[in-house]
């Protein structure tokens, strides 16, 4: 395993990359004119709580691989997390999941209104890839990058992953491949694409991408893992959103198909795998193994 740091303080070290993060979001998310509203609703979703772990992800990689990047990477991760409130804004939409308690305040829908929230959703997936484009670094990476998320976000990403949720609610036998396979395109490629944006900046080796692709994919799956488990066992004060939502729609999940014991094992197992892909690679970061503790270990 990757030395470990014994002075490490997590908490102390996610508050700190978060406020890094939400200073940049602050900065760029501020309301303006014309379409104001359109600005205060792209403001309040992104700006309403959130663990920021995306964007942490992408400082941490990038960290992991050069130290000292931040000025150029703060933006990477900001533009990250415009994209995940995209995603999150657009979860809730009537359409979708009708959800209307996001991070522990209404949804952008119920807020404003649901004209206001599909435009804000769309308005932070291109102000974030505008704020991909204009990063300072060389062109070449840029577009990669730029690659990386739109693949992340696309029909064989984030987009393709939600269709087949859709799908997938109220349907009986789904099996755990099919299930996999929706988590790695709904949840798991964003994360990766998160991770990689990081390393990709940094200089990151074919070696090391591979160490960190694994890595990701690893934190990917337990991260989802766990969020079923949490939707079944915790309540909506804590995960700041509605609960038991899994069981109202019939949706096949880890803990329904494996059983609570099994899955909660398997997340561990995946956790302690990413972390022995990055001792394989010589990428020796306390931060990212920490970070996959968290993602196990974590209450919401
Ligand atoms: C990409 C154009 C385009 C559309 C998106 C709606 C949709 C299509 C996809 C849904 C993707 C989605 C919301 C997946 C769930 C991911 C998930 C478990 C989110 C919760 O992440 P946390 O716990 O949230 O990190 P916080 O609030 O901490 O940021």
């Not at 359109?38 to 130290?67: F, H, P, V």
């Not at 999150?88 to 999941?97: A, E, K, N, V």
């Not at 992953?161 to 964003?190: C, R, S």
């Amino acid at each position: 395993m990757p030395t470990a740091q014994t002075n490490f303080n997590l908490e102390e070290f996610l508050a700190e990359k978060k406020i890094l993060i939400e200073n940049h979001l602050k900065a760029v998310l501020a309301p303006k004119e014309p379409a104001t509203q359109l600005w205060q609703a792209m403001e309040y979703s992104s700006l309403n709580g959130g663990k920021r772990l995306r964007g942490i992800l992408c400082l941490t990689a990038a960290d992991a691989i050069q130290m000292g990047m931040s000025s150029t990477i703060i933006p990477l991760a900001a533009a990250i997390e415009c994209i995940h409130t995209m995603s999150l804004i657009h979860d809730d939409l009537p359409c979708m999941d009708n959800d209307d308690l996001r991070r522990g305040k209404a949804t952008c829908h119920v807020k404003f209104n649901e004209e206001t929230a599909l435009l804000a959703g769309d308005a932070l997936l291109i102000e974030g890839l505008n704020l991909l484009s204009k990063v300072e670094l060389p062109s070449p990476k840029i577009v990669e990058i730029i690659q990386v998320v739109t693949s992340a976000v696309g029909a064989y990403g984030m987009t393709g992953g939600q269709m087949i949720d859709l799908e997938n609610t109220n349907k009986n036998g789904v099996t755990l491949d099919e299930l996999e396979k929706m988590h790695e395109m709904k949840t798991g490629a964003f994360l990766k694409a998160s991770v990689l944006v990081g390393a990709i900046a940094a200089g990151a080796n074919d070696s090391q991408v591979k160490a960190l692709s694994k890595y990701s994919e690893n934190i990917g799956l337990a991260f989802q893992i766990i969020d079923d488990i949490l939707d079944l066992k915790s309540d909506s004060a804590t995960l700041g959103k509605t609960v038991g939502k899994d069981e109202e729609q019939k949706k096949a999940t880890y803990p329904r198909l494996l059983g609570f014991e099994v899955a909660e094992q398997k997340a561990y197992e995946l956790v302690k795998e990413a972390k022995e892909s990055l001792q394989n690679a010589h990428i020796n970061s306390t931060q990212l193994c920490k970070i996959a503790e968290y993602i196990i270990e974590r209450n919401y």
